[in-house]
């Protein structure tokens, strides 16, 4: 809408310093508050001069005319009826048919209503269709006779008004095309995440539902019977081997074998011979997937075992801890009570075989040990048969002696003999005594030295078998050594030996459980929508770069 700008306000003041000329005054720009004094001073009546200076300056610059006063005061009034935008268009176009000058909607609605033309009339749109020719013509005729009426100045000019051209400036042909670009967009986008949607449907959502229908109303209610059980050693151990007595890594490789051995193909055909675990599981109320089949095999069996049957070993702090599922609770609590005392059996044959070695080494010495001390001990005795000696040593011992005592008195005689011939009148008799004396001295010492070279020459010498006699009794002393050894190494295997021994002991004792622990539907929902997911991701990246290398 386009409003004409308002007149502006004149007034003359004369110059006060030179009143008598005829020249005009400056014209100066009224303020507003000068033009509301003005307008609310009266005039003075008897003053005929500044009535006529008043005049001459009401007529200088350029004022509103009444008629423009009435025209704005009608568009005032009819911007307070609220016309909407469509009416006051109609209203243009209208006043365009009918070549109405109006400068504005508004405008247009006053024009028409003073020609008596209603602006709101609903017409006919080809009505508003001018000819060319016609559409010329009139505005200049009417031109014409408007020519001769004196109108004061317009502050806007009026201009032809034309109709809406069909063609599009290249801004709304722009808008247009982005508009369109981004209905397309949209409509790839909603297109692509309604097949994102399928396909997540059919590959994930579609199987997740199937598998929590299973768990949830399908699975069979499996019950679990758990127990924990650790393998000691005795305690008297001594040396490195007291040092990790007490803890868990000197039981921990037969807490491996007995592990081993529960979890094995063994320990299910001995539980199945025992208890019947093939039976329990082919039971007709299972259901299809968790049920063995009548005739199955030992791999399905074994498959059905290592399922519902989990050991953990810790190896922290020595313990295994083990898990035992069965339809039945009765039935949990009597397979773990089988596979406890398998284990303990398991515990006690691995250590029997190394004590029984050790023992066995240990009896076979000391047997060799006794029956060589034996042998020298009978050696012995039959030496000493036959020297008919008791003692040897002895006998020898009591020759010399003997030889030693002979020999002094027979100095003791010679000494005697000498003093008495040393006198020179000796007395003839004790002569003769004392020489008897040391005759028989001399014999006597002669006979044992003979007794004494015949014990220590031969072979059948005294000398001779007391040596035999020593030697026999140092191989009886080493015979009593290595027999008093091979005690020692009996005691010492036979402590070894216990403390090689393992015991089993339960910790925890399985007991019947009351609900259900297994199936976990929630859980294994959540984990089956998590691996379907993982899936297709997988299968959708890979396609999307299988996909960019073609392409590329």
Request: charged share 30%; net charge neutral; no cysteine.
């Amino acid at each position: 809408m386009t409003t004409k700008p308002k007149a502006k306000k004149f007034r003359i003041r004369r110059n006060p310093a030179n009143p008598a000329e005829g020249g005009a005054a400056p014209i100066e720009k009224a303020t507003p508050a000068e033009d509301m004094a003005q307008s609310a001073a009266p005039a003075p009546a008897t003053d005929p001069s500044a009535r006529a200076r008043a005049d001459q300056a009401a007529m200088q610059g350029q004022v509103s005319s009444a008629r423009e006063t009435s025209a704005e005061t009608e568009i005032d009034a009819i911007k307070k009826e609220g016309l909407t935008g469509r009416q006051l268009r109609m209203a243009r176009r209208v006043a365009q048919k009918h070549n109405l000058p109006a400068t504005s909607d508004y405008d247009a609605v006053r024009l028409l209503r003073q020609n008596g033309i209603d602006p709101l009339k609903r017409s006919n749109m080809l009505e508003l269709v001018v000819p060319k020719n016609e559409a010329e013509t009139k505005p200049a005729a009417k031109k014409d006779e408007k020519s001769d009426k004196v109108q004061l100045p317009q502050t806007v000019a009026p201009q032809k008004q034309t109709l809406p051209s069909t063609e599009l400036s290249p801004a709304e042909r722009r808008d247009r095309e982005i508009g369109q670009i981004q209905r397309d967009i949209a409509k790839r986008r909603r297109k692509k995440l309604l097949l994102l949607m399928t396909r997540l449907s059919a590959f994930v959502f579609l199987p997740t539902l199937i598998v929590g229908w299973y768990f949830y109303v399908i699975a069979t209610p499996m019950y679990s019977s758990k127990s924990e059980f650790l393998i000691l050693q005795a305690d008297n151990a001594s040396g490195i081997g007291g040092l990790l007595s007490g803890t868990q890594f000197a039981t921990s490789q037969d807490s491996i074998a007995v592990q081993s051995y529960l979890e094995s193909k063994d320990g299910m055909l001995r539980l199945d011979r025992d208890v019947g675990f093939k039976n329990e599981f082919a039971q007709l109320w299972i259901d299809p997937i968790q049920r063995l089949p009548v005739d199955a095999s030992n791999e399905e069996a074994y498959k059905t075992y290592s399922r519902n049957v989990k050991i953990g070993y810790d190896p922290t702090e020595g313990v295994i801890r083990m898990e035992v599922i069965a339809p039945d609770p009765a039935v949990a609590t009597e397979f773990s009570e089988k596979l406890i005392s398998y284990a303990e059996e398991r515990v006690n044959n691995l250590s029997v075989e190394k004590r029984a070695d050790q023992m066995k080494d240990a009896e076979e010495g000391l047997d060799i040990a006794e029956e060589k001390r034996r042998e020298a001990q009978e050696a012995l005795i039959e030496l000493q048969i036959k020297g008919a000696l008791l003692d040897p040593e002895g006998v020898i011992a009591s020759l010399r002696s003997r030889i030693n005592t002979v020999e002094v008195q027979l100095q003791e005689k010679e000494l005697q003999l000498a003093a008495l011939l040393d006198n020179p009148r000796p007395n003839r008799a004790k002569v003769e005594g004392a020489r008897g004396d040391v005759q028989r001295l001399s014999d006597l010492l002669v006979q044992l030295n003979a007794e004494m070279t015949d014990a220590s020459n031969g072979e059948n010498s005294l000398a001779r078998l007391a040596v035999r006699i020593q030697m026999a009794q140092a191989d009886l002393a080493t015979r009593d050594a290595m027999l008093q050894a091979s005690l020692q190494q009996m005691e010492t295997t036979r402590m070894e030996a216990n403390r090689q021994v393992r015991y089993l002991t339960t910790s925890v004792y399985p007991v019947e459980s009351e609900e259900p622990a297994y199936p976990r539907a929630f859980e294994n929902t959540i984990l089956a929508f998590l691996v379907f997911s993982g899936i297709y991701l997988m299968i959708s990246l890979t396609a999307s770069i299988l996909r960019e290398q073609v392409s590329s």
